[in-house]
């Protein structure tokens, strides 16, 4: 009991002679967990009086000290939940067992990365992101930030703005462009074998899942099972390629020349603004890629005026995922009657839906985080 005693007294003598300190921690204190009020300082100023009672001061400093151990614990854990789910910066090899298929020789693409961005999230769904013509997966970040499910935006080989001067990076054909990209959704499938996996394609990216879909129809076992697909403006021939189409015959030796033409294109301000900020993109780019990847794509879409063809290959995708949305912007006003008449037929007209956009607001966060959320927990369209 002395030895008791003996501890209070050298403690109350120990706060005695370090009130001053002791009032600005406990000030500071204040301010770090909010304490702005009238109540606060009456609090205040009666723990500073209460101090030279150590059975009142204790519990007081207890409360105190509990307080700022609490917020600083959930500051700690706030700062790793978002470092958790921050969008990082990632790559993988390719290698040969990413290709079913003898490569041309001039395909050289083994040995080299193929990069994306991930944001990793607790969700069961993977959201994996194309890109459109020239794009990266830059373009998805404002969605990766606020998406609730974990996502990842892949960039095509050789649409890296610092690769754009890497000779390593030539530009390779649609058919390496399509097993590289079948090759990303397997490592992602390998690497989260539990995870729902969705596609999302803007533009040509729409167009690289339609393609997807035939080269599974070839080679199944190199399905990587998708749950759901959402296509944002694919193509539907010829007469929606306006800005593909013009690429596609663009000389790349004279790339202003060639930019220049391509925005003339709009027909109104705000198709104007967009395409100028997509110009100021892809003009850091490597234009040959852009050009030979929208050769092909020409290629790919040559033939019938109509929709019949697109219809087709998006049945024999609807046929392998039922769970797909395509989302047409204003661009394909025309044209919409038409495809839903014909999808009807094919007891899939559901899938398809129009709305009062600009082609490259369906780039929009909020969009897709709308057209994603409804379409994973809907039930199947038919």
């Given at each position: 009991m002395a030895?008791?005693?003996?501890?209070?007294?050298?403690?109350?003598?120990?706060?005695?002679?370090?009130?001053?300190?002791?009032?600005?921690?406990g000030g500071t204190l204040a301010v770090i967990i909010g304490i702005y009020g009238d109540e606060a300082r009456t609090a205040l100023d009666w723990l500073w009086a209460s101090m030279g009672q150590v059975s009142e001061a204790l519990p007081v400093l207890a409360?105190?000290?509990?307080?700022?151990?609490?917020?600083?614990?959930?500051?700690?854990?706030?700062?790793?939940?978002?470092?958790?789910?921050?969008?990082?910066?990632?790559?993988?090899?390719?290698?040969?067992?990413?290709?079913?298929?003898?490569?041309?020789?001039?395909?050289?693409?083994?040995?080299?990365?193929?990069r994306y961005l991930e944001r990793v999230t607790r969700s069961n769904t993977l959201v994996v992101l194309l890109p459109g013509l020239g794009l990266d997966a830059n373009d998805f970040r404002p969605y990766m930030n606020i998406a609730h499910e974990h996502t990842a935006a892949?960039?095509?080989?050789?649409?890296n703005a610092e690769e754009a001067k890497d000779e390593r990076y030539r530009p390779v054909g649609l058919k390496t462009h399509v097993e590289l990209v079948n090759g990303a959704l397997n490592h992602f499938r390998r690497k989260y074998p539990q995870k729902k996996l969705v596609l999302v394609g803007f533009s040509t990216g729409a167009?690289?899942?339609?393609?997807?879909?035939?080269?599974?129809?070839?080679?199944?076992?190199r399905n990587p099972r998708t749950y759901a697909m959402v296509l944002l403006d694919p193509n539907i021939n010829h007469s929606s390629m306006v800005v593909s189409g013009?690429?596609?015959?663009?000389?790349?030796?004279?790339?202003?020349?060639?930019?220049?033409?391509i925005a003339r294109i709009p027909k109104n301000i705000t198709e104007?603004?967009?395409?100028?900020?997509?110009?100021?993109?892809?003009?850091?780019?490597n234009l040959a890629h852009i050009q030979r990847h929208a050769e092909d794509w020409w290629d790919y879409w040559e033939g019938e005026e109509k929709c019949d063809r697109f219809l087709r290959r998006i049945g024999t995708l609807h046929a392998m995922c039922p769970k797909s949305k395509v989302v047409f912007s204003a661009n394909y006003d025309q044209h919409f009657n038409e495809i839903v008449a014909g999808a009807r037929r094919q007891s899939m007209g559901e899938m398809f839906d129009l709305l009062r956009e600009d082609h490259f607001q369906l780039l929009n966060e909020r969009l897709i985080a709308k057209e994603v959320a409804a379409l994973v927990t809907s039930p199947s369209l038919s």
């Open positions: 030895e008791d005693a003996s501890r209070g007294m050298t403690f109350l003598s120990l706060i005695r002679r370090h009130r001053v300190l002791l009032g600005g921690v409360v105190v000290g509990l307080c700022w151990a609490t917020w600083y614990v959930r500051g700690v854990v706030e700062r790793n939940r978002r470092q958790d789910r921050r969008v990082t910066a990632q790559s993988f090899d390719i290698r040969p067992a990413d290709f079913e298929d003898d490569l041309p020789g001039d395909q050289t693409v083994i040995g080299r990365e193929l892949l960039t095509l080989f050789g649409f167009d690289m899942i339609i393609r997807l879909g035939e080269f599974w129809q070839t080679h199944p076992a013009a690429f596609a015959t663009m000389n790349p030796s004279a790339p202003f020349t060639e930019l220049i033409e104007f603004q967009n395409m100028s900020e997509y110009l100021h993109k892809i003009s850091k780019k």
